[in-house]
């Protein structure tokens, strides 16, 4: 059975910075693309960023282009967000999922992590 957990979270100020990960198990991560997304309260879960599963191809919500970015490690079976020039507007619950689609929509990936809280204070 495949899980994910992340980890890294946590309350950072305005401008700062925090890397997630993400660590698959049950399977290897290079048979999945890898996705962030994230859920703020009283909205709905939004797509962050997406990694191939080679690690050769990614995407990112306008949101935060130039600001965030994804990798991964297949060998530790990790999947990285870099986060950077973190605004208040970035706090939100951050999932880690896996799946065979590369896309924005939540439909794509089958797998799901239990999040991760991000804070961004002003």
């Known amino acids: 059975q495949v899980q994910l957990v992340e980890s890294g979270g946590g309350l950072v100020q305005a401008g700062g910075s925090l890397r997630l990960s993400c660590t698959l198990s049950?399977?290897?991560?290079?048979?999945?693309?890898m996705g962030w997304f994230r859920q703020a309260t009283g909205k709905e879960r939004d797509f962050v960023s997406v990694?191939?599963?080679?690690?050769?191809?990614?995407a990112f919500a306008d949101s935060v282009k130039g600001r965030f970015t994804i990798s991964r490690d297949n060998a530790k079976n990790t999947v990285y967000l870099q986060m950077s020039s973190l605004k208040p507007e970035d706090t939100a619950v951050y999932y880690c999922?896996?799946?065979?689609?590369?896309?924005?929509?939540?439909?794509?990936?089958?797998?799901w992590g239990q999040g991760t809280q991000v804070t961004v204070s002003s």
């Open positions: 999922a896996a799946g065979t689609g590369f896309g924005t929509s939540r439909s794509e990936y089958a797998y």
């Open positions: 049950g399977r290897t991560s290079s048979s999945y693309n």
């Open positions: 990694i191939s599963y080679s690690g050769t191809s990614t």
